[in-house]
């Protein structure tokens, strides 16, 4: 081209100065809107972008979409043509949103986590797995892309039954509240159920399982599918009467707290699948079992709170009742805990051994996060211990402070149940590590197989006595005897239905705390092992490798905000 | 060649075992920066589980190894970084064309906007690629893919390329093209490590080989240093004017020939001893009075340094 003389060109802009500067400012701002939308596009998690950008090419997924928005169709012209020219007065809406929901719940629930199971198992199949798992992107990464992309399928069927779905509030007896709900717990089910499938498809590696695993899935899948319709229609139908109670959105409290924190644990297991064997696969899932206990505290102090808060109420029998609950649900999460946590594998990898925590303080607390079977009993049972500890000394403050009487089990029951709980853990977890190790010694025991140990050990213990004394003459009608020692379910059951003297409390607490304290003394020589390594140091190559990222890390744009015009 | 002392690949001790399988055993090695290592063993010799350790992809029983001096056990992350893996499998995808495969490899090795760009169209390039960036990589022939998989593997520009049996399928064509590259790499100052089964593929390929069977290195070095390692034999054409039954009366009595035959007017013989060997008995032959008008004397193909160097080492 050749040059222009200024002043020419000055004169040509300044022609039609209002439109041009009009038309410049949209197309600037279509400029910015762009380079943030590819900004974002560039910041998104790669799998995300390649699923998407495949789903969009997938028939599957077009017919799928389609068939979803056909029956939306249908549905809404054979629903108007049966309540006819009364649709402005009569109240169609909950039916009519019955019907969308019951559209959108099948594809939510059953479809988009078994795609995002099956783009999981693909990988394996067609091989990509290992390429996917030598690139740069980490494992937590490659879990949030998968479930992402899950959910970007979540959105566009959502978005083919949403219009349907505005549609039915237009007509009379549907309220804003009931439509958000119902969303919500499709979706949150929905993506609940995308990350226990990812879970799965991450856990189920071996081929030849494949078929077994994906029968099962569906049937788990349908399983909560009819659990989730049945849900949604109970809040179409009594939702609006719900909503006045504020029990109900204490117990959505509950409800979302549990599922966030459930959420983050499957994640994290998820995660620790994919990941490369030297990696510190343990701390995370450690960190989100004791926000589970946290959780479990608040629910138990929120029942306490508004229980007690409330005019005429007793203490005694009910803060009993809180304990044995408590001790209930404890035991029970740290046993199955526990259970997968020593079968951890004993080695450290020198990688996990430079992030010990060096010598201060916190050592002992933090080293229970550690990586290791020895480190995970520790965890179970400390964490078993501070809870009960916490509820026990609740329950002792509350009755301190008055409101004694009422029925229920007396504290001193609840006093027996916790310590029996806290008992069979130890004992049940520590002894079944005894096995394990024993056993480690001569052949491979992977985690499964160290958790069916596990669980075989407890259900002997409850299955063996049991059987005696049904098949023996003698003991047959005598109800509890001592001889169901070992048996948790009958003796706690026994304890808190009918009370200390129906039990020989004054014998078990003698026994049950001596067998736990054994175990826990067996396993304290490898535990300690374990728990007294050191920090090994950093290798000088990372030192220098660090040195090296350092300097060249570019200064560019921190979000899609700021970022600014190309670089080239 | 540039050889600065640093390897860029250095395995040590290395073991696989699979529960009574022992697939690698007590491998160490190196493999310096500009440097093409062949693998060279037969099926189920242990090539594909070593490369997989070294790849980050399975973790040793025993031993180590170090990629720019980071421990694929400890920190396979940092290995990721510096490292390319061309699997002998493809690894395909479902409704998707060449340019979205390697920009999906791109984004997954961090690479951003620009330097993701100039980085998949070096890639196309680099690897011929560029007229099928459309192309569906379902419908693509087995050199394409071959091609594409190596576009795949330095996406991200690694400092060490891994290749298990790249050349496997291929036809002739494609075989000399993947020659070139794997020149250009190294020239690049790339370590790359690639395997085969088939000996005479790797031969002109490589700066150094590495024979490997049952999970043993038996021999390192190049071609020439395997042979001059082991008892060399080769075999040795003679013409004479005349009747050859003299000269091979005469060769008979010699304890470094062996296998004597007459064909095509030739004397064949295997002969123990290096060129100088040689040498020297050509001298003698002369000085024996036999008119010799030919000597040739042939090279020992890596296939024969192969077959010598694995015969009797392990059952
Ligand atoms: N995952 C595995 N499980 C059990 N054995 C294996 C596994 N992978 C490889 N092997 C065995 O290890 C040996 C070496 O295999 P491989 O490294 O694939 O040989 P190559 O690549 O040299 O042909 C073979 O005997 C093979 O059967
Ligand atoms: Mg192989």
New interface residues.
Partial sequence: MTSVPPTALNEATSIHPPTRTAEASWLRAWNWTEARL?ALA?RAN??L??ET??AL??RQFIITFMIVLLFCWIVSFVGIAIVGPQIYYAAAGPGMLAAYYTILIIPLTLVVPFTAFRSLA?EQE???F?????????SRQIVTGKLASALVQMVVYLSAVSPCIAFTFLLRGVDAITVGMLLAVAMLGSVGLSMMALLIGAAARVRTTQVVISVALVLLLAGAGVALWFLGIGIISDGSAMYRQAEFWLFAVVVMSLYVTTFGLLHAAAAAQVA????NRSTPLRRWMMAQQACLCGWMAGLVYVVLGSPGASSSGFMSGVVIITATLGSGYWFLMGAMMTGEWPHL???VQ?SLPTNDAWRPFVSLMNPGPGAGYLFAVANLTMLLIVSLSAAVWANATGMAGGGGPSLEAAFYYAIFAWSYVVAFLGFGRLIINALRKWVYVPMTAAFLIHVILLLSAIGVPTVIQMTSRELRNSGYTLLQMPNPVWTLSELANRGVNSVQADVLVLILPTAALIALLLNLRSVATELMLQRIPV?V??IE?EAELEAAAPRGPQSPWDLDD??? | MYMPRRPLIEVRELHRYFGPTKAVVDMSFEVYAGEVFGYIGPNGAGKTTSMRII???D?PTYGDALVD???V??????V??R?G?M?D????????NVV?YLD??A????L???ERKRAIEYAMEFTLLEQLAEKPINGLSKGMKQRLALG?TMI?DPAVLILDEPAAGLDPRARIELREMIGRLAADGKSVLISSHILTELAEMCHRVGIIEQGQLLAVGTVEEISNQTETRSEVRLRVLGEPDGMMQYLRVRDDVSDIAFRNGQVILTHAGGPAEQAALLRQIIEANFQVVEFASKTKSLEDVFMHVTEGRVQ
Wanted: net charge positive.
């Fill in positions: 590819a560039e790669p799998i972008v390649k950008r495949q090419k997938s693909a067609e091989n990509t290992d390429l996917l798992s030598i690139t740069t992107l980490g490369f064997v030297s990696e990898s020198r990688r430079r290798p190559r990372i490798d190309d670089p080239a | 790849s980050t992809l973790e001096g980071f421990s056990v400890d920190d396979p992350d940092r990721r970084r490292l893996f699997p499998y493809f690894g395909t995808y479902q409704n998707m979205e999906f490899f984004r997954a090795y961090g951003r906007s620009y795949r991200h």
